[in-house]
């Protein structure tokens, strides 16, 4: 009788550990966090490419954007496209992008990005995204703080505005970074109705 409740309770502790590890391993992995970061970004990018009909790098946010699909799609590097990973970043796209990229588009998306990240150097984009969102931060607290005086107010606006610059002058030296993410992103917004 004590042999038999030792066996079904190691049993019993072998079927909770198989499950859950079958249960920790979807889904939740770094391929779909990666992936959800990518169709966030996407989504952002194509909103505003619908409106202006371009992506307008003079745009922090756009800039932002672009250096959040760079950093969450660098795992995408080497990546076999039968493996976990990869599969868990298309299921991310799906969700991060508020079904923007569907099941249909969600494997020509992830292949397109990982041609991009395999083949060209992005590190001055994220950079870039970084300058940007600490830019970006800046003049929000500018802006919050309605009691300086007025003329404090515009000479952290010019500053911003020459930080701007500074962004645009940086991300427009790696051309060939930004060529390639400005075609890998027109070729994306095309599976979605909106390249041109």
């Given at each position: 009788m004590k042999k038999?409740?030792?066996?079904?309770?190691?049993?019993?502790?072998?079927?909770?550990?198989?499950s859950c590890g079958v249960l920790g391993a979807g889904g939740n992995g770094s391929g779909?966090?990666?992936?959800?970061?990518?169709?966030?970004?996407?989504?952002?990018?194509?909103?505003?490419?619908?409106?202006?009909?371009?992506?307008?790098?003079?745009?922090?946010?756009?800039?932002?954007?672009?250096a959040q699909l760079v950093n969450g799609i660098q795992g995408l590097k080497g990546i076999d496209d039968k493996s976990r990973f990869y599969t868990d970043f298309a299921t991310g796209l799906i969700l991060g992008s508020n079904n923007l990229v569907t099941q249909?588009?969600?494997?020509?998306?992830?292949?397109?990005?990982?041609?991009l990240v395999s083949g060209t150097d992005l590190t001055a984009i994220a950079a870039a995204g970084l300058a940007a969102a600490a830019q970006t931060q800046q003049a929000q607290q500018a802006a919050t703080q309605t009691q300086q005086a007025a003329t404090q107010t515009q000479q952290a606006a010019a500053t911003t505005g020459n930080n701007v610059a500074n962004t645009v002058a940086a991300i427009s030296e790696t051309t060939a970074g930004v060529s390639n993410t400005l075609s890998s992103l027109a070729t994306i917004f095309s599976l979605f109705g909106g390249g041109n």
């Open positions: 038999v409740s030792i066996i079904l309770t190691v049993v019993a502790l072998c079927v909770l550990t198989a779909s966090v990666n992936g959800q970061q990518s169709g966030a970004a996407l989504k952002s990018l194509y909103s505003q490419y619908k409106t202006d009909g371009k992506v307008d790098l003079t745009n922090l946010n756009n800039v932002i954007s672009m249909q588009t969600s494997n020509p998306v992830t292949n397109t990005l990982q041609t």
